[in-house]
């Protein structure tokens, strides 16, 4: 199968210069396979800037030697009235990003979101924040198709910040 990436150009006091791929890193977890939608739609948009998305779980990841990107996604439901635990240790260890921008991803059945938790977490290893939002899910999360009507717009416009 052949992957065709398309570069933009931009000219700039005269001089025509092609714009870079972006890299991002994408790491999740999720149970349902609420989160798993969004960051694998979140990829496919990602791509079409030009870029280029690699996904994770946090058991794929190693959080002290991720791979180099330009930016960094995190995405994590809300268990038990707080940010999932194996997110959450994740975070906690992440190492070697200083400086670098982090979106947000949370996916929740509950009044309130954690996206407060998760930019503390990360805003604490000096990572810059670029972009959030979060998911109230509908219906029962046990089917992985439970997310709001507009998700994939959301994601879009989330998108866009990175």
Known sequence: MYRFIFY???????????????????????RYGNGKKAVEYLSEQLEKKPGEAQIFTTDEADPASLPDADAYIFSAPAEAFRLQSDMKKFMKNLEGLEGKPFGIINTHAMKR??????????????????????????????????????????????????
């Open 113 to 162: 979101n954690w996206l407060g938790s998760m930019e503390k977490l990360l805003t604490k290893k000096n990572m810059k924040k670029a972009a959030a939002v979060d998911f109230r899910v509908e219906g029962d999360p046990k089917t992985g198709d439970a997310l709001p009507e507009n998700w994939q717009t959301r994601i879009d416009e989330f998108a866009q910040h990175l």
């Open 8 to 30: 933009s150009f931009f000219i700039v006091d005269g001089e025509c210069t092609f714009g870079e791929l972006m890299k991002y890193v994408i790491v999740y977890w999720s």
